[in-house]
């Protein structure tokens, strides 16, 4: 790969050349603490661990499993908010949370990458989401195209990421958070999964990348001595604790001084990783006390201690939190108009988001052909084989209860078939939004937006090529007022079983969306009006019928074919009790019901599961560290 001079960068944007001008930001821990549980189930995950990652150097955050080496980097990110005890500075000041997470990127362990967009149309979208429209094309191009040549993807950038190999995703993922220019840099095991020549490309990359001014952190598991020459930090946690903290030559040596000799040709991570598991006797304590828990940073000659603001060990409290607390009530509201007026952490206005977003969503779902062709395919097909099945029974009234089965079973079809390819898709995706929405790329009211929007004209296409074979096979009535109000119900339960598969595939992994969905509907249907007549609902039950979009769907179709004013139906019998529709309306309970009330209430069903979907999506992105 060639070697690109990070800082020529110019995205335009006013942080950007902020860095560029030389402002470098050191990252500096003291006294970390972070238990998760409370009570008897608390677990203290690390204990008063302090450091220091400077900017221009590559760092590497080792330990064994469960040594809390993730929980410190999802820390040091922002990503950890509760259970934390201590401080995080920026250049030894306080670090301001929303100002740290624009000026950071986390790139996660795994790839997590829409499948179906090419790399430069993936490019292209970031940059228009974390640039803003305030940046010309021209620059983004221009941006773009000097990370990829750095990155080695010049290439591929017309290739679609599902035909990338393993390290092709991972220097996709970290160009794609380079295009804001970032000045501190997280990276959760990026050489997982990757083979020994992709692993030294992508750290090599890395150390290019600290090289230009950035600070740039990676949990890295157990790396090999070519992959270790490359660092110039080591941080090794061991039970929660910091073991070491210096240049990588002074490992060894620093070993040495706890009577702990790394054998020749023996990889010195390796070593220190066996000490820390306790193959070599309990010198862990000895370890953490001689390198004070990460207070001081060790090199062979001279064993320096951080540098640090001014701390009162009696109360816990830096100095500058004291001045904090005593502002003065003006300044405070002064602070809080501030904070409101920067509150926008992200590169692009919302309505730019949203229309980036949804030509994106577009691409994506139109591009997934077999999930797309399939859905189109299974509307069509179970349209002819339904017509097939009642062939001219819309206006025979022996049949009348076939043909109100027919409808019951398509408002069942549509349901199922709009929820279940959307929380198993958006499961999926949502791993997506987690990274890019952490990394400040978007709003989540944006995306939700861009989302709700984008499926909704397939939502309409679907259950009118559906209806429309189906309708005139079972010779309903020619109108085309009963055809558009039957379509209207349709669409909207197409529109509710979406929301119901983009709450379930928010709220839950896989599994348990796959199972819950479906049987969430039970209830409603139950009380819809066709399996039990509304009149035989017990009274102290009958109110989960106006929570039923199914009764409304239900009663939405029924008045839609058979309204008060349809000539009689045929009769082919010696006595059709139901040749005229008014009876069987009578039958359902249906004499007082309304259509336009129905569909109402099917909206307000589709409006309330939006925004429940919507909540139950805010949790999960505040709970997903």
Not at 341 to 360: E, T
Not at 375 to 380: A, G
Not at 555 to 565: A, I, K
Not at 590 to 608: K, P
Request: charged content about 20%; aromatic content about 12%; hydrophobic content about 40%.
């Amino acid at each position: 790969m060639q070697s690109v001079k990070f800082n020529e960068w110019n995205p335009g944007t006013s942080s950007t050349r902020k860095y560029q001008e030389g402002a470098s930001f050191d990252l500096t821990f003291r006294n970390l603490s972070y238990t998760t549980g409370k009570g008897k189930k608390a677990k203290h995950i690390l204990h008063q661990i302090s450091g220091s990652f400077k900017s221009g150097h590559l760092t590497a955050i080792l330990g064994p499993s469960g040594a809390g080496k993730t929980s410190l980097m999802n820390i040091l990110a922002g990503l950890k908010k509760s259970g934390i005890e201590g401080r995080v500075d920026v250049n030894g000041a306080k670090r301001k949370f929303k100002t740290f997470r624009k000026q950071s990127a986390y790139v996660t362990q795994q790839d997590h990458l829409l499948k179906n967009l090419t790399v430069d149309e993936y490019m292209t979208a970031a940059a228009h989401l974390k640039l803003g429209n305030k940046v010309s094309d021209k620059e983004k191009k221009s941006t773009i195209e000097q990370i990829l040549k750095t990155l080695g993807l010049t290439n591929t950038k017309k290739t679609r990421v599902k035909c990338l190999s393993g390290g092709e995703c991972k220097r996709l993922s970290i160009g794609l958070e380079l295009i804001d220019n970032p000045a501190i840099l997280f990276l959760d095991e990026p050489t997982s999964g990757l083979d020994s020549s992709s692993s030294l490309q992508c750290v090599s990359l890395l150390r290019d990348i600290a090289r230009s001014g950035r600070t740039v952190v990676a949990t890295i598991h157990q790396p090999n001595s070519r992959l270790l020459d490359l660092f110039d930090h080591l941080y090794i946690v061991a039970g929660g604790s910091c073991m070491y903290q210096g240049p990588v030559d002074s490992l060894v040596p620093y070993l040495q001084t706890m009577n702990l000799d790394c054998p020749n040709h023996h990889n010195p991570t390796d070593f220190a990783i066996d000490v820390a598991s306790g193959e070599y006797g309990d010198v862990l304590p000895r370890l953490v006390s001689g390198i004070e828990n990460g207070r001081r940073i060790f090199h062979e000659n001279s064993p320096a201690i951080l540098a640090s603001p001014a701390l009162s060990h009696d109360t816990g409290f830096y100095e500058e939190d004291e001045f904090d607390i005593m502002l003065d009530g003006n300044s405070k509201k002064k602070e809080k108009k501030g904070k409101n007026k920067d509150g926008l952490m992200y590169g692009a206005p919302f309505h730019y988001q949203v229309s980036i977003l949804l030509g994106r969503t577009w691409r994506t779902i139109w591009r997934e052909k077999i999930l797309t062709t399939m859905r189109l395919t299974l509307h069509v097909c179970i349209s002819f084989l339904m017509g097939m099945l009642y062939w001219q029974i819309g206006d025979d009234a022996d049949d009348i209860f076939n043909n109100a089965g027919m409808i019951f079973f398509s408002l069942i079809f549509i349901l199922y078939v709009a929820m279940m390819p959307t929380f198993l898709t958006f499961t999926l995706e949502r791993e997506v939004l987690v990274r890019e929405h952490l990394n400040q790329w978007y709003s989540l009211k944006a995306y939700y937006l861009a989302k709700t929007l984008a499926d909704i004209p397939f939502q309409i296409v679907f259950p009118t090529l559906y209806l429309i074979p189906l309708y005139f096979m079972s010779n309903q009535p020619l109108c085309i007022g009963s055809f558009s109000m039957l379509l209207g119900i349709l669409i909207s339960m197409a529109l509710v079983g979406q929301g119901i598969g983009l709450f379930f595939g928010a709220a839950f992994d896989i599994p348990v969306a796959s199972y819950f969905a479906p049987i969430s509907c039970i209830p409603f249907l139950l009380v819809s009006g066709f399996v039990l007549k509304f009149n035989a609902i017990p009274t102290y039950l009958s109110w989960i019928t106006y929570l039923s979009f199914l009764h409304y769907g239900f009663e939405g179709s029924m008045l839609s074919l058979y309204t008060v004013d349809r000539p009689p139906l045929g009769c082919y019998q010696d006595y059709c009790h139901f040749r005229y529709p008014i009876k069987f309306l009578e039958q359902f309970d249906l004499t007082h019901s309304s259509y336009y009330l129905a569909l109402v209430g099917m909206l307000v069903s589709f409006v309330v599961i939006r925004v429940g979907a919507y909540f139950a999506l805010s949790f999960k992105l505040r709970h997903v560290r």
